[in-house]
């Protein structure tokens, strides 16, 4: 079955940097794009960043584009989320996400940008 297990979240303070990593597996992952989502608290589930399946395009929110960059190796069935110049607005859980039949997500990780 598909499972995604996010990792790399923390506390973090403000223009700091993290970097999540998502391992996958149960599918074959070099066929499919894969997702970073985050969700803050009161707000709706935003869509942060997408790579295509070779890697070879991402695509950004305009909140965090200049400062994330996705990326994935699909020797090792990972995918990345470097986040720089983090922001307290950036705090939420942060979900790992493709889309086979059905959207699968991980279970999330916690960022807190704060001081």
């Known amino acids: 079955q598909v499972q995604l297990v996010e990792s790399g979240g923390g506390l973090v303070q403000p223009g700091g940097s993290l970097r999540l990593s998502c391992a996958a597996s149960g599918f074959t992952f070099s066929s499919y794009a894969m997702r970073w989502y985050r969700r803050a608290p009161g707000k709706e589930r935003e869509l942060v960043a997408t790579i295509t399946s070779a890697g070879g395009s991402m695509n950004y929110a305009d909140s965090v584009k200049g400062r994330f960059t996705i990326s994935r190796d699909n020797a090792k069935n990972m995918v990345y989320l470097q986040m720089n110049g983090l922001k307290p607005e950036d705090t939420a859980v942060y979900y790992c996400?493709?889309?086979?039949?059905?959207?699968?997500w991980g279970q999330g990780t916690q960022v807190t940008v704060s001081s």
């Open positions: 996400s493709v889309h086979r039949a059905v959207r699968y």
